[in-house]
């Protein structure tokens, strides 16, 4: 197990301060802790913090969230300004240095997707991680285009109705270079996928990162490795990255678990009825299909 | 060596930008502006300008790319008009706040609605309270000659604000004038490469440090009052400094903050901005070659207002009615004429007249016009209505 993740440790540094105002059991503590780790810290620059990060960058000078240099961009506007960086940096003769943002999902596939669609269509060296916690949670928890179906939010108190979007489909349809979901849950596999999505060449990049989010998501604090392994393993969260034309599974589930197990450690699922879990297992179904669709598409390599 | 050669106003923006050396420009289209785009593009593929050239889906995310180019330590450029400023206005916020400098041009345009091309100044007037500095030229030469001087009082360091150029839609940007083209060399030696200094954010590692954190802080009060000073204070003196600095060097000089001609023996003076200031120009000799004495005051630099520039001129002055010619449709100049001579000890009667909507062309016999009312003001010692609409068109029968 240590051997697995030895990685992870490659680089000793931290960047993620303890001035961090994240709450006990955030995810996306995690994932900004492993996504500062993977950039090495030098030469680096953050062209935009959003979701959750500008809320727990804690309080200036004392300190910032990462000892990362980081500009804040306007909600919705990371594209444009990561492109403008990257662009001064080139013409100053600065092609080494690596412009990234962490992003929240509200601001990656919402106010920000066109945004971002542009960037990528221009081609700019970008990476971008979202935190995906499947909600507006730095404004309070209100419902966002990710947010799952059923799960309850601050403005879907019956349940979201509609199938959340999925970020990397909609830029596979417009051929990004790199693009993956990962999960906090999998440490190995989220690190491996920030590394390629970093060392992309001239090339920009994106993944979308399931972080558990305590305060709307409502589960006891030391659960959070559970409930976000559990969202992959019932199916409700696959796995899958897209990379120069070919698309594949990253991490296989032989055998789903039942979805009753990844819900009843949420509070934001407490309303569901037995129809609504029919409707969410349909769903999970159909992305299976999508996603074994993509599979045949593209062309297939074993990972 | 000095050319001469004739041009239209977004070509003037465009060669205005090129001789300042610009290292990215944030680009989107929109009409009356779109050619200094082009322009640049131009300039690139030729060969003659080293560059970054984005395109973008939208004019916020053009000014974000000019913001997170300036942000990174280079000379940054952007042209746009009407609907694009109101657009861009949450970006235009952020850029003065954090003080990073760059210039955009602005060919002036009707906001929606009605829906209209031609110029007003109700785009750039809404932007009057982000804290950008405002030039307003009055010929293409003055455009060229602006875009030179506004990087430099941009990039100041006591300044470090961002600035608009504008310019009226069609009225300058598609008009061909004759300009004096000045000498690389000599802007080189006027306007340096760009090199982010010590009040940049560029940090020692050559990469931009934080602008991330300050939040929930009431202490940021003072961030606050040292842009207002920077704006109010450092960038009126700097204006007026590069302005007679540029004089010197070109031998061409457009009175900083506030132009005047022929205002101290004037009974009425015209308060103009934009490109009606060469009528009224034109419209104060017609008036004094039969012997009615006008004046006109040019509002060069809106934003920071020259209220006390202003208020010299005045004091300086016999004229005791100004007539406001006032192409914001909600009469933003005159408040603001107002609101400078307020506190003046023997103020002059103020009269706005709100002309020039959505393009409307103010001529010379409006002007005469509006001055002959000033001169019935300054017999009647009152005015009626201090904010009119000039000469609308009435319906017949």
Same mark, same amino acid.
């Given at each position: 197990?240590?051997?697995?993740?030895?990685?992870?440790?490659?680089?000793? +540094?931290?960047?993620?301060?303890?001035?961090?105002?994240?709450?006990?059991?955030?995810?996306?503590?995690?994932?900004?802790?492993?996504?500062?780790?993977?950039?090495?810290?030098?030469?680096?620059?953050?062209?935009?913090?959003?979701?959750?990060?500008?809320?727990?960058?804690?309080?200036?000078?004392?300190?910032?969230?990462?000892?990362?240099?980081?500009?804040?961009?306007?909600?919705?506007?990371?594209?444009?300004?990561?492109?403008?960086?990257?662009?001064?940096?080139?013409?100053?003769?600065?092609?080494?240095?690596?412009?990234?943002?962490?992003?929240?999902?509200?601001?990656?596939?919402?106010?920000? !997707?066109?945004?971002?669609?542009?960037?990528? +269509?221009?081609?700019?060296?970008?990476?971008?991680?979202?935190?995906?916690?499947?909600?507006?949670?730095?404004?309070?928890?209100?419902?966002?285009?990710?947010?799952?179906?059923?799960?309850?939010?601050?403005?879907?108190?019956?349940?979201?109705?509609?199938?959340?979007?999925?970020?990397? !489909?909609?830029?596979?349809?417009?051929?990004?270079?790199?693009?993956?979901?990962?999960?906090?849950?999998?440490?190995?596999?989220?690190?491996?996928?920030?590394?390629?999505?970093?060392?992309?060449?001239?090339?920009?990049?994106?993944?979308?990162?399931?972080?558990?989010?305590?305060?709307?998501?409502?589960?006891?604090?030391?659960?959070?490795?559970?409930?976000?392994?559990?969202?992959?393993?019932?199916?409700?969260?696959?796995?899958?990255?897209?990379?120069?034309?070919? !698309?594949?599974?990253?991490?296989?589930?032989?055998?789903?678990?039942?979805?009753?197990?990844?819900?009843?450690?949420?509070?934001?699922?407490?309303?569901?009825?037995?129809?609504?879990?029919? +409707?969410?297992?349909?769903?999970?179904?159909?992305?299976?299909?999508?996603?074994?669709?993509?599979?045949?598409?593209?062309?297939? +390599?074993?990972? | 060596?000095?050319?001469?050669? &004739? =041009?239209?106003?977004?070509?003037?923006?465009?060669?205005?930008? *090129?001789?300042?050396?610009?290292?990215?420009?944030?680009?989107?289209?929109?009409?009356?502006?779109?050619?200094?785009?082009?322009?640049?593009?131009?300039?690139?593929?030729?060969?003659?300008?080293?560059?970054?050239?984005?395109?973008?889906?939208?004019? *916020?995310?053009?000014?974000?790319?000019?913001?997170?180019?300036?942000?990174?330590?280079?000379?940054?450029?952007?042209?746009?008009?009407?609907?694009?400023?109101?657009? =861009?206005?949450?970006?235009? /916020?952020?850029?003065?706040?954090?003080?990073?400098?760059?210039?955009?041009?602005?060919?002036?345009?009707?906001?929606?609605?009605?829906?209209?091309? /031609?110029?007003? /100044?109700?785009?750039?007037?809404?932007?009057?309270?982000?804290?950008?500095?405002?030039?307003?030229?009055?010929?293409?030469?003055?455009?060229?000659?602006?875009?030179?001087?506004?990087?430099?009082?941009?990039?100041?360091?006591?300044?470090?604000?961002?600035?608009?150029?504008?310019?009226?839609?069609?009225?300058?940007?598609?008009?061909?004038?004759?300009?004096?083209?000045?000498?690389?060399?000599?802007?080189?030696?006027?306007?340096?490469? &760009?090199?982010?200094?010590?009040?940049?954010?560029?940090?020692?590692?050559?990469?931009?440090?934080?602008?991330?954190?300050? =939040?929930?802080?009431?202490?940021?009060?003072?961030?606050?009052?040292?842009?207002?000073?920077?704006?109010?204070?450092?960038?009126?003196?700097?204006?007026?400094?590069?302005?007679?600095?540029?004089?010197?060097?070109?031998?061409?000089?457009?009175?900083?903050?506030?132009?005047?001609?022929?205002?101290?023996?004037?009974?009425?003076?015209?308060?103009?901005?934009?490109?009606?200031?060469?009528?009224?120009?034109?419209?104060?000799?017609?008036?004094?070659?039969?012997?009615?004495?006008?004046?006109?005051?040019?509002?060069?630099?809106?934003?920071?207002?020259?209220?006390?520039?202003?208020?010299?001129?005045?004091?300086?002055?016999?004229?005791?009615?100004?007539?406001?010619?006032?192409?914001?449709?909600?009469?933003?100049?005159?408040?603001?004429?107002?609101?400078?001579?307020?506190?003046?000890?023997?103020?002059?009667?103020? *009269?706005?007249?709100?002309?020039?909507?959505?393009?409307?062309?103010?001529?010379?016999?409006?002007?005469?016009?509006?001055?002959?009312?000033?001169?019935?003001?300054?017999?009647?010692?009152?005015?009626?209505?201090?904010?009119?609409?000039?000469?609308?068109?009435?319906?017949?029968?």
């Amino acid at each position: 197990m240590i051997e697995k993740y030895k990685e992870l440790f490659e680089c000793k +540094e931290e960047f993620l301060l303890p001035s961090g105002r994240a709450c006990p059991g955030c995810g996306g503590g995690i994932m900004t802790r492993l996504w500062t780790k993977a950039t090495g810290g030098k030469n680096v620059v953050f062209g935009g913090i959003g979701s959750c990060g500008t809320s727990t960058t804690g309080m200036f000078p004392i300190g910032n969230m990462t000892r990362i240099p980081a500009i804040a961009a306007l909600l919705g506007s990371n594209g444009p300004t990561l492109s403008g960086m990257r662009e001064a940096l080139n013409i100053r003769g600065m092609q080494d240095a690596t412009v990234m943002a962490l992003d929240g999902d509200g601001g990656a596939a919402d106010i920000g !997707f066109g945004a971002y669609s542009a960037m990528v +269509e221009r081609g700019h060296k970008v990476a971008v991680c979202v935190n995906d916690n499947e909600g507006y949670s730095a404004t309070g928890g209100q419902r966002s285009g990710l947010t799952s179906l059923k799960a309850w939010t601050r403005t879907t108190h019956k349940g979201k109705d509609r199938p959340p979007k999925h970020l990397p !489909f909609l830029l596979m349809a417009q051929d990004i270079p790199y693009t993956a979901t990962a999960n906090i849950g999998y440490p190995d596999d989220m690190y491996r996928k920030m590394k390629k999505a970093l060392d992309q060449k001239n090339q920009p990049s994106l993944i979308q990162v399931l972080c558990p989010c305590i305060p709307n998501w409502k589960y006891e604090p030391r659960k959070v490795v559970e409930v976000s392994r559990l969202a992959t393993e019932t199916g409700m969260y696959p796995l899958y990255e897209y990379e120069k034309g070919s !698309f594949r599974r990253t991490v296989f589930i032989k055998k789903k678990k039942p979805l009753q197990e990844y819900l009843k450690l949420q509070g934001r699922f407490d309303h569901v009825t037995e129809e609504d879990i029919k +409707e969410m297992q349909a769903y999970i179904d159909a992305l299976d299909r999508k996603i074994d669709g993509y599979i045949r598409m593209y062309s297939v +390599e074993i990972f | 060596m000095e050319e001469i050669s &004739y =041009m239209r106003g977004n070509q003037a923006a465009g060669l205005g930008a *090129k001789l300042a050396r610009i290292e990215v420009m944030g680009a989107y289209p929109i009409p009356p502006s779109s050619e200094v785009m082009e322009q640049i593009r131009t300039y690139i593929d030729k060969g003659e300008l080293k560059c970054g050239y984005v395109e973008t889906e939208g004019e *916020k995310s053009s000014h974000l790319v000019t913001y997170g180019a300036a942000i990174s330590g280079v000379r940054a450029f952007n042209a746009t008009s009407g609907q694009g400023i109101a657009y =861009m206005m949450e970006g235009l /916020h952020l850029q003065s706040g954090t003080r990073v400098p760059a210039v955009i041009a602005v060919a002036n345009r009707t906001l929606f609605a009605p829906h209209g091309m /031609h110029p007003d /100044h109700q785009d750039t007037v809404s932007a009057r309270d982000t804290g950008w500095i405002q030039f307003h030229c009055e010929s293409v030469q003055e455009i060229l000659d602006t875009i030179i001087q506004a990087f430099k009082v941009a990039e100041h360091e006591e300044v470090m604000l961002p600035a608009f150029v504008c310019y009226d839609g069609y009225y300058l940007s598609h008009s061909l004038e004759k300009v004096t083209i000045p000498d690389q060399k000599e802007v080189d030696d006027f306007l340096p490469m &760009y090199h982010p200094g010590e009040n940049s954010y560029v940090g020692p590692n050559g990469l931009p440090m934080s602008t991330a954190g300050p =939040m929930y802080d009431p202490w940021m009060t003072e961030f606050r009052y040292i842009a207002y000073m920077a704006l109010n204070q450092n960038a009126k003196r700097v204006i007026n400094e590069v302005d007679d600095e540029f004089g010197k060097k070109f031998g061409r000089k457009y009175g900083g903050l506030i132009d005047s001609y022929l205002t101290e023996d004037a009974e009425v003076l015209l308060v103009t901005t934009g490109s009606n200031t060469a009528t009224a120009r034109f419209t104060t000799d017609i008036m004094r070659r039969n012997g009615k004495k006008i004046g006109v005051i040019k509002i060069r630099v809106f934003r920071p207002y020259p209220r006390e520039a202003l208020c010299e001129l005045l004091e300086k002055s016999k004229a005791r009615v100004i007539i406001v010619l006032d192409r914001s449709p909600f009469g933003a100049y005159t408040d603001e004429a107002m609101a400078a001579l307020y506190n003046l000890k023997d103020k002059p009667l103020v *009269k706005g007249f709100i002309c020039g909507q959505c393009g409307r062309d103010i001529t010379p016999y409006n002007m005469i016009d509006m001055a002959t009312q000033g001169f019935d003001i300054a017999r009647k010692g009152y005015v009626d209505q201090p904010v009119e609409f000039y000469f609308l068109r009435k319906k017949e029968g």
